[in-house]
């Protein structure tokens, strides 16, 4: 299931307006200049790797530049716990993938659209420090000086960075745009450090401003939700506090009362599914035990680790009608 960080990031950044004042803002001054805004548009679909989606969130527009040339813009929301070395690879990854769309969409076509690749960052663990420059990765032969010439032999292909940690708060409230995208952009930025609850009160004309605008109910909310979920007890008092301020109490506190009963029934309904997963798969051990079959503590770990409850239920009834229990380690393979 999307996390959080992908949830709200998805939200905020998922509507064209709301992306321009991103990429406004990260993109090369002449890029800016030449794109035609108004043709910005969100595409469907998605090349991100099955294995990367609980952990990253990829938004795809297109727009045209003045000239009427077409433009890619991939824009990968990096929600890492820590900076992840392979990035140029994975990006580069991500935008032949996305060329090989195109290309599939557009056959009669002789040229490529420029695509620009944007990974945003808001880690816990300090400043980006990963190569942006796939041809970093490569361990090339000989001594320092001779290196030039084997980069001409490799992909050359480098990821435009917005790294929100380097970022002080008020170069990000001084960014153009929705109050809304400000206000995301610094949750981001010390949602998972500790001065949020200090940082807050700071904020309160944005707060205000998001609660002015059209949609501001629902906005607020979003915003009220991702704080509960990523800060503590100081933090939902100081939110709290704001919302109080820019609202009528009773719409503040019934705010505060929504999100934060949400999350506790989602936290119940969470530990009741993880019971019930473990309960199922310490009966498959037990029926396995039971019937004098010897399982290797490999198998053992894939039983007891495994959260799919449909799944243990497959395994629970092989394991009461499987012949040997060859049978039944051949379905815990699958």
């Known amino acids: 299931m999307p996390g959080p960080h992908d949830l709200f990031a998805r939200f905020t950044f998922g509507q064209p307006e709301r992306a321009a004042a991103e990429l406004r803002a990260v993109l090369p001054a002449h890029v800016v200049s030449q794109v035609d805004w108004s043709t910005l548009r969100r595409e469907s679909g998605s090349v991100v790797d099955p294995e990367l989606r609980e952990t990253q969130?990829?938004?795809l527009f297109s727009a045209r530049l003045r000239g009427g040339r077409p433009l890619l813009?991939?824009?990968?929301?990096e929600h890492q716990s820590s900076v992840n070395r392979w990035m140029a690879l994975r990006m580069l990854r991500y935008v032949v993938r996305q060329l090989e769309l195109w290309r599939k969409a557009n056959p009669d076509s002789e040229k490529l659209p420029v695509v620009v690749p944007l990974v945003m960052y808001h880690g816990p663990e300090g400043a980006w420090s990963a190569p942006r420059r796939v041809e970093e990765l490569f361990d090339l032969p000989g001594e320092a000086e001779e290196h030039e010439g084997w980069r001409s032999l490799v992909p050359r292909f480098e990821y435009l960075l917005d790294d929100l940690t380097a970022e002080r708060a008020e170069a990000l409230m001084a960014r153009p745009g929705p109050a809304l995208v400000r206000l995301a952009l610094l949750v981001l930025r010390y949602g998972r450090t500790g001065e949020m609850a200090d940082r807050l009160p700071e904020w309160t004309a944005l707060f205000a401003q998001v609660h002015a605008a059209p949609h501001g109910d629902e906005e607020l909310?979003?915003?009220v939700r991702y704080l509960f979920q990523v800060g503590d007890r100081t933090v939902r008092a100081a939110m709290r506090g704001v919302l109080?301020?820019?609202m009528e109490t009773h719409r503040?506190?019934?705010?505060?009362?929504?999100?934060?009963?949400?999350?506790i029934e989602q936290g119940r309904l969470k530990g009741l599914e993880q019971g019930r997963a473990q309960g199922r798969a310490e009966s498959v051990l037990q029926i396995l035990a039971a019937r004098g079959w010897l399982v290797s503590?490999?198998?053992r770990q894939r039983i007891l680790t495994c959260t799919d409850v449909a799944l243990l239920e497959r395994w629970f009834a092989r394991a009461l009608t499987a012949a040997s229990l060859s049978e039944v380690l051949e379905e815990l393979t699958q």
Do not use: K, Q
């Open 57 to 59: 969130s990829d938004l």
């Open 73 to 77: 813009l991939y824009v990968l929301l």
């Open 221 to 223: 909310g979003l915003i």
């Open 244 to 246: 109080r301020s820019v």
């Open 252 to 263: 503040a506190e019934e705010l505060m009362r929504t999100y934060g009963e949400e999350l």
């Open 297 to 299: 503590e490999e198998a």
